[in-house]
């Protein structure tokens, strides 16, 4: 049996390699709002991918793998506070089926603000809004002790004015898990799909694809967990060396751009690819998350200012089946959005009121 659930993940992540081969690299790409960070946990470590296997229904926001019985009758509300007016928020349902298995349901919300509207001379037309939509439908199975698979369905929908776009993407993962090492592994290929409407006729754009891989391991004598989130695995090259470029130096004598050394720009590569985080948990209750992300540091930082662009952190309370968080993510000076979450087990916390009964009645008898 363990054999059988061994050849179908591997089958799996052959399967996720051989559609990243597809994949465009370079250029840009629309529905880049799929790739926000909504959840608190996953925001304090880095916006990767988070392979942890847990009760944790918010997680299930970025890998459908782990979707299962575990976050049945389980609810999530992220809230995120962005750039220049910009809010987010996402509300996952989780439920096992007997029969049918253990789905996740979510939508998610990005809302601009409102514009003010003018024609080509200058001539006010009205307020509008912009905003994004998408609601995903997710599956995971468990197909041995060890490994499980899931996949998400995701409808997106943009309204930009008198501009409107609707799409089809779909993410699927496979994932390794060992309990008793407490580690476990994500393989993940994200936002695999097109536009169905695109904003204008006959030009669709790409959506943006990525192929992720994550690690975590919590320590055996020690109350913290190690995370490693590999991202856009399908491309090597993430940084621009050229005129453009204000940080490249240049020759005082003849104008010359100076590129840095093969081995600066290997490690600069390498690393921009890598996010490290770190959970700390002292207890069951509470937890606490920092991360490093050199790619957004890379791209976010400021000419002739330190800058804690890629760090992130927060903290999570655990208690009786409730869930709070709380993250900061740095993209540059005065540019730190913050994220809130919610998540409640109704199982959990219909036992606990269960429990509490007879020792009510105890008192006022």
Same mark, same amino acid.
């Given at each position: ?35 926000? $960070?909504?959840?608190?946990? =996953?925001?304090?470590? &880095? /916006? ?9 229904? !918010? %997680? +299930? ?103 409107? $776009?609707?799409?089809?993407? =779909?993410?699927?993962? &496979? /994932? ?9 592994? !994500? %393989? +993940? ?177």
């Amino acid at each position: 049996m363990k054999s059988k659930g061994l050849h179908i993940v591997l089958l799996f992540c052959g399967l996720l390699l051989c559609v990243s081969g597809y994949a465009q690299t370079g250029g840009r790409s629309v529905y880049n709002f799929l790739s926000y $960070s909504y959840s608190t946990r =996953v925001t304090a470590l &880095g /916006s990767g991918l988070i392979s942890v296997y847990d009760d944790d229904p !918010t %997680l +299930l926001m970025v890998n459908p793998s782990f979707i299962g019985e575990r976050h049945s009758n389980t609810l999530a509300l992220d809230f995120t506070n962005y750039f220049a007016g910009t809010n987010y928020a996402s509300a996952l349902y989780s439920y096992t089926f007997p029969k049918a298995g253990s789905f996740a349901i979510e939508a998610r919300y990005v809302n601009y603000g409102k514009f003010t509207g003018t024609n080509e001379s200058g001539v006010v037309t009205g307020d509008f809004s912009v905003n994004d939509v998408a609601l995903t439908v997710g599956w995971g199975r468990e197909l041995s002790p060890h490994f499980s698979i899931g996949a998400d369905l995701k409808l997106v929908y943009c309204g930009y004015e008198t501009y409107h $776009s609707f799409g089809l993407a =779909v993410d699927v993962a &496979g /994932s390794y898990f060992n309990k008793e090492k407490n580690l476990s592994l !994500t %393989l +993940l290929a994200k936002n695999i799909g097109t536009e169905v409407k695109p904003f204008y006729k006959g030009n669709l754009e790409r959506l943006p694809f990525d192929l992720q891989l994550a690690f975590s391991q919590r320590l055996a004598h020690v109350p913290i967990r190690y995370h490693i989130s590999l991202h856009s695995l399908y491309r090597w090259n993430m940084n621009y060396y050229g005129a453009d470029n204000p940080f490249m130096e240049s020759d005082a004598l003849t104008n010359t751009l100076i590129y840095p050394s093969k081995v600066s720009q290997f490690f600069d590569n390498f690393f921009r690819h890598i996010i490290f985080g770190l959970e700390i948990e002292p207890s069951k209750y509470f937890s606490i998350q920092v991360a490093y992300n050199h790619n957004i540091h890379q791209e976010m930082k400021v000419l002739a200012r330190h800058s804690m662009a890629g760090f992130s952190y927060g903290f999570m309370l655990n208690i009786k089946g409730l869930r709070f968080g709380f993250s900061r993510l740095h993209y540059a000076p005065g540019a730190t959005p913050n994220c809130i979450n919610l998540a409640l087990n109704f199982d959990e916390i219909a036992q606990w009121k269960k429990s509490d009964n007879p020792k009510k009645l105890k008192k006022m008898n």
